[in-house]
């Protein structure tokens, strides 16, 4: 396999791929649905809660918070963030490590988009002869009202996609009314537009432009490749033979005939360069601009089975089964360790979402003055203590000093009981007073939480008094 390099740039030619069934088709268009699904559905699904919008996932800003259904992120949990990017990428290298770039060819927000805006030009303009008739004729009225059409409808899912997003930032049923009556805040204006635009510029006329050029992944991805990492791939020796690939013609109609005379079984028809999405020619071997989104193999397939010849000329495989004819292990080194590192990022994960402390609390010393020395000889220091409640009920908590002999603890505004509302923040200021100890400057003291219910774990906080 010899690896073809792009040109550094050169003017975009408009690229109409054909349409084609087989079962690679069916399973892009299986995944494009169920993404769009979740995409512009979840915003709309209610979910009740004791505190907090009635969304099932909204990232609230404000208030900071992110909700996942039951699931309430807070700022103190932003580390599930860097767990899950750190799982995305181990992710990433598993998957191409084993088939390639499939993650573009069938997930890829681009690869998704770009297949609905490509739909839509099918549905006005007809399949790949027709839209390249079409491209050439002069602008007429057919072709103004076509391209005009095509052009609008495109505009209208770049739009949702844009107001989609923007709805999993705010409460989407008042979005809309708000949107679509003048009185929404600016931002979300501002970000529908961005992105309405952003998306009909990259699916609609950018296309196989950013997955050649602008996408960092088809750099990165292709030195994750190995010698038996799956592709998909043409099959050169059966392809091409001795003598080369030939289209058919009289004494080339059967296999027989075309091994005997030392032809491959490519009849070079070009079904798999017209239905490719970046227009490229898989027979030329391993591409950038190749995204393995299989329909290359559908097509090729397909023509096989009209002519009664075995499927797999072109298909997934790795470099090595070109070579040799044996098919790659999927157990190696390379591999294990991949999937090690992703099982092991997914157990951190869900270990930190199914451990996060229900409450969190700090202690913080008022350094301005260090300690006072009262009347009576004792030393007091002062302390800022903030509890964050995380559960979606209110709490009734206890605070005890431990590590401090006869100390006495008061709270600024006589509080006895600590109650801190649903999923809520409380800020108390407390003193402490101890008689002062002989040859002690600093002593650390610890301060613990009790909930009254005895429902949640004691958790503590330690710090230091300072006698002089």
Not at 7 to 32: C, D, N, Q, V, W
Not at 47 to 62: H, K, L, N, T, Y
Request: aromatic share 12%; hydrophobic share 45%; charged share 20%.
């Amino acid at each position: 396999m010899t690896e073809k390099e792009p040109e550094l740039y050169k003017a975009r030619e408009p690229i109409h791929p054909k349409s084609i069934k087989g079962r690679f088709r069916t399973f892009k268009t299986s995944m494009l649905v169920l993404a769009y699904a979740v995409f512009f559905l979840l915003p709309w699904v209610r979910w009740e809660r004791a505190v907090g919008p009635g969304q099932a996932v909204m990232f609230d800003i404000p208030s900071r918070r992110y909700y996942l259904f039951d699931l309430v992120i807070h700022p103190q949990d932003m580390f599930l963030l860097a767990g899950f990017l750190i799982l995305a990428a181990w992710l990433l290298f598993f998957v191409t490590g084993l088939v390639g770039r499939a993650f573009c060819g069938y997930f890829c927000f681009q690869t998704l988009w770009t297949d609905v805006f490509m739909k839509i030009e099918y549905w006005v303009q007809g399949d790949r002869n027709k839209r390249m008739k079409l491209e050439k004729q002069g602008w007429d009225a057919e072709k103004i009202w076509k391209k005009g059409l095509t052009i609008f409808l495109w505009t209208l899912v770049a739009f949702w996609t844009g107001f989609t997003f923007t709805a999993y930032w705010a409460d989407a049923p008042q979005l809309f009314v708000a949107f679509f009556t003048g009185t929404a805040n600016s931002a979300a204006y501002i970000t529908t537009g961005i992105l309405t635009a952003t998306t009909l510029v990259a699916a609609g006329f950018a296309r196989e432009q950013v997955c050649i050029y602008m996408c960092p992944y088809a750099r990165f991805q292709a030195v994750m490749f190995d010698k038996e990492s799956l592709l998909v791939s043409y099959d050169v020796n059966r392809g091409e033979g001795s003598t080369g690939r030939k289209p058919l013609q009289k004494g080339l109609m059967t296999l027989e005939e075309r091994h005997a005379a030392g032809t491959g079984d490519c009849i070079d028809c070009k079904l798999c360069v017209q239905v490719c999405p970046t227009g490229i020619d898989i027979r030329d071997g391993l591409q950038l601009a190749c995204i393995s989104c299989g329909l290359c193999i559908d097509a090729c397939n397909e023509i096989m089975d009209k002519r009664g010849w075995p499927e797999g000329l072109i298909r997934y495989a790795s470099e090595k089964e070109l070579e040799t004819g044996v098919k790659p292990s999927l157990f190696k080194f390379r591999t294990i360790g991949y999937g090690i590192a992703t099982l092991l990022a997914t157990g951190l994960l869900l270990y930190g979402i199914f451990n996060m402390k229900p409450v969190d609390f700090a202690v913080e010393q008022i350094r301005q003055p260090l300690f006072v020395v009262m009347s009576d000889g004792t030393v007091q220091n002062s302390y800022q203590l903030k509890i964050n409640n995380k559960e979606q009920v209110p709490l009734e908590l206890e605070l005890e000093l431990k590590g401090l002999k006869d100390a006495h603890v008061s709270i600024g505004g006589n509080f006895t009981t600590l109650s801190i509302p649903a999923d809520g923040t409380r800020n108390y200021l407390l003193h402490v007073r101890a008689p002062r100890e002989a040859g002690v400057s600093r002593q650390i003291i610890r301060f613990e939480l009790k909930d009254k219910s005895g429902r949640l774990p004691v958790i503590q906080q330690e710090t230091s008094f300072n006698f002089r």
